[in-house]
């Protein structure tokens, strides 16, 4: 799986925005905020959107 805990946050949001933005194929906004550490999805939809401005399945759903 992915590792998106560990490191500095600015590495944490690349790494993130790399998921959404050059999504594989199965990729889905549930498996990649596992991947990264959240359990609840409503909360990683919530970070997400403060730190980026948008949901993340706009920008799963956008990148596709």
């Known amino acids: 799986g992915i590792m ?3 490191g500095p946050v600015f590495d944490f949001d ?3 925005l790399g ?3 050059n999504p594989k194929d199965a990729a889905t906004v ?3 905020a596992s991947d990264c550490g959240f359990t609840h999805l409503g909360r990683f939809s919530a ?3 403060n730190r980026f401005g948008e949901l993340p399945s706009d920008t799963l759903t956008r990148n596709r």
């Open 4 to 6: 998106c805990v560990a």
């Open 47 to 49: 970070f997400y959107k």
């Open 14 to 16: 690349e790494h993130l």
């Open 19 to 21: 998921e959404l933005n």
């Open 30 to 32: 549930s498996s990649i």
